[in-house]
Structures are given as structure tokens and as C-alpha cells.
């Protein structure tokens, strides 16, 4: 059978693991839901500075917080099984073993893994692509960002599959209408430019500090005393650059509160409306193996 998680009551994020898991996958077997349920934990809150992924403007840019030392956020662990494969929920960034970014997966990608590990945020899963004829990777993947099954696909109904991974397929392509609709209506802001240009320009500075570090530990004697020297040079420059993002950050988000978007102007989008429709069509066969959204 296969098996996968329940949905998750705790976690109040823009996606949610779907762990499945049981016995050996059947295409014409019974589903039944997994009582290993996504485990939420807590962290430390990051710092400002978050990028894309923090939410705090919906452009990606970094605004000063106030919060209280003791306050957490949630993070995620992965209870599924250790092995198995996937389809990517929505677009998705993917990274290097050694963490670096490489790029962003379509919603509906078809992944195998074997292994999951900790990281700063939640669990990430050590996955192979499956987009050509060889497998490529491997890469990691934020739990939260992929629906997880038992096995391996070449064991499953060809069919099943394929229906799985249009339904994915859809969701992330109704997602990305949804992100175009809301950066139009962003692009709008009087801020945005300069925000989202100061917002690059510091995480820039931030992959060129983890750079020069890196090159500094590989040094010795006096070329390394001259690379710690520029380091610290540049360091002060990265102070600036996040003081500016952080101001012109604080304006965007000042406006963006002011003029908060319209929900029902986006749903009235007729490109937003057919690929909900659409999607909902692919959803109908697959639904029992769906994970809940929140």
C-alpha cells in the first residue's frame, strides 16, 4: 500500500510536507494514512536579512525586526521514510550537497531519494532528478516543498505517476500565475526598484564575503594576514549595503501595507480561473494520494 502523512495542524507555512510511506507501492492497492505526522520544532528566529524565502515584504527583501530574544519559529523534520521518491509541490529552489543555491525546480519534477538531514531551516532530502535518460544530482530538497512517497517509481502504475506529476505540474504553474499577478501589483510601489536592487546588492555581499573566507582558510603566513585584512575591509562595505537594504526595505513594506493587494481582482484573473479549473480536473484521480494544503 501506499501510505503518507496526515495534514499537519501545527505548521502555518505556504507549504507542507507530505510524507507517504508504508509497504511496497501497488498502483490498485488500498491508501491509508500514516500515523508518523511532520514533527514541528523550533529555532531561533534569522536574522533580517533573509531574502526570498523570509516573506517579509513579498518581494524578497529584508526589513528590520523587533522581535523579542525568546521568540522561535517553526522548522520541520522529516519523519517519512529514509528512501523513496517525489514530485516537486510548486517551484522549489534546489542546492548542492555543500549548500550553494543552483537554481529553482518546476512543480510536477520527478525526484528519487535516499537519504534526509538536518539543515539551518527544516530537513532537506538527498535527491536524483529524473528529468532525461540519466539521473542527475545529487542535490538537496526542502522537505516542505515536495510530496514524498515509499518505493521507487519504476515500481508504480506508469499511469499513476504520469497523473501525479500533471496534477503537481498544474499546482506549480497556477502558483507561478498567481506570484507574476502579485509582482505587477508590487511593481506598482514607488520603492520597489530601489528595495529590490539594495535587497541584491547585500546578498551579493553576502556570497562574496562566504567567498573570500573560504579563500583566506586556504592561505597561510603572510597571504593570509593580507586576505583577513581585506575581509575585514569588505565587511565594513557589507555593513553599509545592509543598511541601505534594510531602509529602502522599510519603505517598501511601509507603502505595500498602505495598499494592500485586492484578492478578489487576482481570482478574477481568467488565466488564474482555467488553471485552477485544470487543476482541479488532475486532482480528482490522484486526490487520495494528494497532501493536504493548509
Not at 526542502?142 to 499511469?159: M, Q, R, S
Not at 579563500?215 to 562595505?237: I, Q, T, V
Request: charged share 25%; net charge positive.
Amino acid at each position: 500500500p501506499i501510505w503518507f502523512n496526515g495534514p499537519h495542524t501545527v505548521m502555518k507555512k505556504r507549504v507542507i510536507l507530505a510524507a507517504l510511506c508504508g509497504a511496497a507501492l501497488a498502483a490498485d492497492a488500498q491508501v491509508r494514512r500514516s500515523s508518523r505526522n511532520v514533527q514541528p520544532l523550533t529555532r531561533r528566529p534569522d536574522t533580517a536579512a533573509s531574502g526570498v524565502q523570509s516573506g517579509n515584504t513579498g518581494l524578497g527583501v529584508a526589513v528590520p525586526k523587533k522581535e523579542p530574544a525568546a521568540e522561535t519559529v517553526p522548522r520541520v523534520a522529516y519523519l517519512g521514510p529514509r528512501t523513496g521518491w517525489g514530485l516537486v509541490k510548486s517551484a522549489s529552489p534546489y542546492y548542492a550537497p555543500d549548500g550553494k543555491r543552483l537554481g529553482t525546480l518546476a512543480g510536477g519534477t520527478l525526484f528519487t531519494y535516499n537519504g534526509v538531514k538536518p539543515s539551518s531551516r527544516n530537513d532537506v532530502l538527498v535527491c536524483m532528478l529524473r528529468r532525461g535518460a540519466k539521473p542527475e544530482g545529487p542535490f538537496l530538497l526542502d522537505c516542505t516543498d515536495i510530496a514524498g512517497y515509499e518505493g521507487d517509481p519504476a515500481t508504480v502504475d506508469a499511469e499513476l505517476v504520469a497523473q501525479l506529476q500533471r496534477y503537481f505540474t498544474l499546482n506549480g504553474r497556477l502558483a507561478e500565475r498567481r506570484a507574476a499577478l502579485e509582482e505587477a501589483a508590487y511593481a506598482k510601489n514607488p520603492h520597489f526598484e530601489t528595495a529590490r536592487d539594495a535587497q541584491q546588492a547585500y546578498q551579493a555581499s553576502i556570497e562574496k564575503a562566504a567567498a573570500m573566507e573560504r579563500e583566506m582558510n586556504g592561505l597561510s603566513g603572510a597571504r593570509k594576514s593580507k586576505a583577513l585584512d581585506a575581509l575585514r575591509a569588505f565587511k565594513y562595505e557589507q555593513a553599509a549595503l545592509k543598511t541601505r537594504a534594510d531602509r529602502a526595505a522599510a519603505a517598501y513594506k511601509a507603502w505595500k501595507d498602505a495598499h494592500p493587494l485586492d484578492p478578489a481582482a487576482l481570482a478574477a484573473d481568467p488565466r488564474l480561473q482555467a488553471l485552477r479549473a485544470e487543476r482541479e480536473q488532475a486532482r480528482k484521480p490522484v486526490a487520495h494520494l494528494i497532501p493536504d494544503e493548509p
